[in-house]
């Protein structure tokens, strides 16, 4: 029954800057951790950035320092705020979240972000 809807995907050139927004149907407090994946087109998917319900954060090593993962609580809202994106960052970007009793784990379907040269 949870639901996670990604929104802020778009095309956006070389250097350029998105904030992909992941909306949950419930308080991001009942997840353990939530996070940001991404997959490019014949690639497998992988991590970018998550966040602990302590506010511990955990990044791909090839976006630290450009990306931030943030959240509202009152918006029930996590952020990844993308900074001086690269052509090969192009793809489907997945929210995701973990915990609960008993363990879960959800994705929302994703949104498009295309970085031109």
């Known amino acids: 029954q949870v639901q996670l809807v990604e929104s802020g995907g778009g095309l956006v050139q070389a250097g350029g800057s998105l904030r992909l927004s992941c909306a949950a149907s419930?308080?991001?407090?009942?997840?353990?951790?939530m996070g940001w994946y991404r997959q490019a087109p014949g690639k497998q998917r992988e991590l970018v950035a998550r966040?602990?319900?302590?506010?511990?954060?955990i990044y791909a090593d090839s976006v630290k320092g450009r990306f931030t993962i943030s959240r509202d609580s009152a918006k029930n809202t996590v952020y990844l705020q993308m900074n001086n994106l690269k052509p090969e960052e192009t793809g489907d970007y997945y929210c995701?979240?973990?915990?609960?009793?008993?363990?879960?784990?959800?994705w929302g379907k994703g949104t498009l972000v295309t970085v031109s040269s």
């Open positions: 995701n979240a973990e915990g609960g009793s008993p363990w879960r784990n959800y």
């Open positions: 966040i602990f319900s302590g506010g511990t954060t």
């Open positions: 419930r308080s991001i407090f009942s997840f353990n951790v």
